[in-house]
């Protein structure tokens, strides 16, 4: 529920808003005034918590140690997501011996400033350790779903949503599963991953995750629809589906956005924005930025909304500029343009 404002404040709002006309001579004191600038919030995470969702970064440990970059993080986002430091080749290099240190200085960092974390990525078929490259069949099966085991379960109670299969899809209009050494091992590989994940964590949401599924219309998403409506029916536990998000001029936010998180939502699993980031400057970037939010917020389900980085410079993609902050930390046009997206969103 979003929090209750006073009625004065609500009042000046919407005088402001020029919804209401001022009314009588309070209308035009300084009293106002400061009302209704208080009535934004003062943070991304503030505003989303006010309709019970959530904001989070992708945040890369190496960069904690970089005060502007701290904090804007600890004062602006609710969620952490270590962009890598989960993955396979950061968690597990050889076999059966698992490096948990870079993740745990970010979850560390995340829990001292009163943080959850999504856990990202359990199983993605690029970024593999060559152990794991050279294995196949039975041995392959089983060394997967022992890292899912290990890492999910050393993390219970600490990651509250895991990606616990990422982009298992392939691109163009076929539908199809991507050819990996994983989906080589049997087409159930999937829910194989997500049964082990529950066992080891029953706390965690299990989300699938991917990217290009944004667009209601593309084969790419109405084949994950096809997969998680199968799930559910048949018990598999998956919990959530994390749609990245990542657009450019070529992807832009579809128009049918809402009507994807929508579908999904009504298979009975949350959905979460887990990677968005939008190419860009300016007001057509805000506007865009706008829309995507937007989109979240029309759907109650919608429970949370993740920037892949900080500022522009921490992006995987920084000549696109595609984030909510410059290089020098400064709030964009495309940050404000969120705060009031999130502040005059609807309640779930
Ligand atoms: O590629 C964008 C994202 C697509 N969806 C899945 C995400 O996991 C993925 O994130 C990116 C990270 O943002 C990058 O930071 O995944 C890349 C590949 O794992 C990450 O790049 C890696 C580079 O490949 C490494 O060379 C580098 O050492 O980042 C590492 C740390 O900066």
Known sequence: MRKPLSTSLITA?????GVLLPVGPAAATP??????????????????????RYFGAGVQGYKLAD???????DREFAVVTPENEMKLDATEPQQGRFTFGPA???VDHAVRQGKRVRGHTLLWHPGQPSWLVNLQGAALRQAMLNHVTQVAAYYRGRVFAWDVVNEAFADGTSGARRDSNFQRTGDDWIEAAFRAARAADPGAKLCYNDYNIENWAHAKTQAVHRMVRDFRA???????????????????VPADFATTIRNFAALGVDVQLTELDIEGSGATQAENYRRAVTACLAVSRCTGITVWGIRDSDSWRASGTPLLFDSTGAKKPAYTAVLNALDGGPCP
Not at 31 to 51: I, Y
Not at 67 to 73: A, C, D, N
Not at 234 to 252: E, K, M, W, Y
Request: net charge negative.
């Open 13 to 17: 709002a919407l005088v402001a808003a």
């Open 31 to 52: 009293t106002d005034t400061l009302a209704t600038d208080t009535l934004a919030s003062a943070t991304l995470a503030s505003a989303a918590e006010r309709s019970g």
């Open 67 to 73: 005060p502007v970059y701290t904090g804007i993080l």
């Open 104 to 106: 745990d200085r970010i």
């Open 234 to 252: 048949r018990g598999v536990p998956i919990d959530c589906v994390g749609l990245q998000s990542h657009f450019t001029a070529n992807h832009p």
